[in-house]
C-alpha cells in the first residue's frame, strides 16, 4: 500500500522521536508516525498486511475527538462551577437586592395613580384645617384624627382606582399601557388582592376610629367607586358620561369637603356642626373642579374610549371643544374666588386670595393657549397640570376668611 509520506524513514534519526514513540503506542503495527528531517512528523502506512489506512484513519479520527471532547468537558465543567458561584455572588450583591424591591414599589406607585392620591391627602388636610378656630386646636388630638382621616381614605382611594384599572386592561393596554395590570406586570389576581386588601383596611380603620363622618364618606365612596367601575347591569357609570362626571364631582366636591370637616369638627373637636363660610366657598369652588377634572380626564383617552364604547364627552364632543369648556369653567371658578375674596374682612386674607387666584388664573390661560391639541403627550401633560392647580387651590383654601 502507498504510504502517506513522500520520503519515509526511520523514527531514530531525527529529534521529537521519543514522543513519538509514546504516541505509537495505540497505532496497530502497521502504521508508524516519522520524521521528515525538517521538523514535520508524517504517517506511515505499511501495506503488507494487517488493517487498512482508512481503519488507521479512523483511530486517529477517534483519537483527535476524544482529546477535543475532553477539552470540551473541562470547559464546560468550568462553566458550570462559575455559573454556580454566580447566583452566590449576586446573593450578596447590594444593587441585586434592591432591584426587585425597586421595581415592585414603582408598579405600586403607578397602581395607585399617585395624582389622585396627593389629592385626596392634601383636600382632606386643608378642609380639616377650616375647623381650626385657634392654635390651641392643632393638637395631638387633632394630628390624630387628621391621621386616622388620611389613611382610611388612602386605602379607599387605592381601592377605587385599582378597581377601575381591574376592568379597563383593554382599554388601558391602548390609553394607558404603563399601568402595571396593562403591562402585565400584575396578574388580575395581584389587583384583586390589593383592591380588597384596602378596602378591607380602610373600612377596618373607620369603624375602629368609631367616626359616624368618617365612615359614611368612606362608604358612600365605595358605593360610586363601585358602580362606576364595575361591569354589571345597571353599572359601570363610566361609559355615561354625565353620570360618570356625576361620581367625581359627589366624591370630591361634596363627600371629601363636607364628610372630612364634619369628622374634624364634630367628632374629634365635639363641637356642633357649622357650615362656615370657607367651607361653603370650598364645596362650590370643587364642584367647579370637579367637572373640569372630569371631563378632562378623558381627552387623552379618546382613542380606547371610542374603540370600546365609553361615551365621554370627549368622544360625543371632540377634544378641542371639550378642552375650551374645562379651561372656561375653570376661569370662571377663579374669578369667582377672587370676588369671593374681595368681600373678606380679614386684610390678610383678601390679599392672599385675591392674589392668589388672579395669578392662577393667569398662568392657566397662558399654558392652555400653548398645548398642541394634535399631540396626546401634550395634552396629558396639560392634565397633570390641571392636577397642580387642584393642589394649588387647596393651599389656598383654609386662608379663606
Not at 117 to 124: D, K, P, R
Not at 372 to 397: G, P, V
Request: charged content about 15%; glycine content about 6%; some cysteine.
Amino acid at each position: 500500500m502507498d504510504s502517506l509520506c513522500l520520503r519515509p524513514s526511520s523514527l531514530r534519526s531525527a529529534p521529537g522521536a521519543a514522543a513519538a514513540r509514546r504516541r505509537d503506542h495505540i497505532l496497530p503495527s502497521i502504521c508508524s508516525i516519522q520524521p521528515n528531517g525538517q521538523g514535520r512528523v508524517f504517517l506511515s502506512i505499511q501495506g503488507s498486511k494487517g488493517p487498512s489506512a482508512d481503519h488507521c484513519k479512523k483511530l486517529l479520527d477517534w483519537k483527535y475527538s476524544y482529546h477535543r471532547i475532553s477539552h470540551q468537558s473541562r470547559n464546560t465543567s468550568a462553566n458550570a462551577l462559575g455559573q454556580s458561584l454566580q447566583p452566590e455572588a449576586e446573593a450578596h450583591d447590594p444593587a441585586s437586592i434592591w432591584k426587585p424591591i425597586s421595581s415592585s414599589l414603582d408598579a405600586f406607585y403607578r397602581f395607585s395613580r399617585p395624582h389622585t392620591v396627593i389629592g385626596t391627602a392634601l383636600s382632606i388636610v386643608s378642609v380639616s384645617l377650616l375647623a381650626v378656630e385657634s392654635l390651641s386646636d392643632i393638637s395631638p388630638l387633632f394630628l390624630t384624627g387628621l391621621l386616622e382621616a388620611v389613611v382610611a381614605a388612602f386605602f379607599m382611594n387605592i381601592y377605587i382606582v385599582g378597581l377601575n384599572q381591574l376592568f379597563d386592561i383593554e382599554i388601558d393596554k391602548v390609553n394607558k399601557p404603563t399601568l402595571p395590570l396593562a403591562s402585565g406586570e400584575y396578574s388580575p389576581a395581584t389587583g384583586v388582592a390589593i383592591v380588597s386588601v384596602s378596602a378591607a383596611m380602610s373600612f377596618a380603620l373607620g369603624w375602629v376610629v368609631g367616626s359616624p363622618p368618617l365612615f359614611w364618606a368612606l362608604f358612600i365612596s365605595f358605593v360610586l367607586g363601585t358602580a362606576y367601575s364595575v361591569n354589571l347591569p345597571y353599572f359601570r357609570w363610566k361609559r355615561f358620561a354625565v353620570v360618570a362626571a356625576l361620581c367625581i364631582l359627589a366624591v370630591r366636591a361634596v363627600i371629601v369637603q363636607l364628610a372630612f370637616f364634619l369628622h374634624i369638627q364634630t367628632f374629634v373637636f365635639r363641637r356642633p356642626a357649622v357650615f362656615s363660610k370657607p367651607l361653603i366657598f370650598a364645596t362650590a369652588f370643587m364642584t367647579f373642579f370637579s367637572v373640569v377634572i372630569a371631563l378632562f380626564k378623558d381627552i387623552p383617552d379618546i382613542e380606547g374610549d371610542r374603540i370600546f364604547g365609553i361615551q365621554s364627552f370627549s368622544v360625543r364632543l371632540g377634544q378641542n371643544k371639550v378642552f375650551w369648556i374645562c379651561v372656561g369653567l375653570l376661569e370662571m371658578a377663579y374669578g369667582v374666588a377672587i370676588l369671593m375674596g374681595a368681600t373678606s374682612s380679614s386684610l390678610w386674607s383678601k390679599s392672599v386670595t385675591v392674589a392668589g387666584h388672579a395669578i392662577l388664573a393667569s398662568i392657566l390661560w397662558s399654558c392652555a393657549r400653548s398645548v398642541d391639541m394634535t399631540s396626546r403627550a401634550a395634552i396629558t401633560s396639560f392634565y397633570m397640570f390641571i392636577w397642580k392647580l387642584f393642589y394649588a387651590e387647596y393651599l389656598l383654601i383654609p386662608l379663606v376668611r
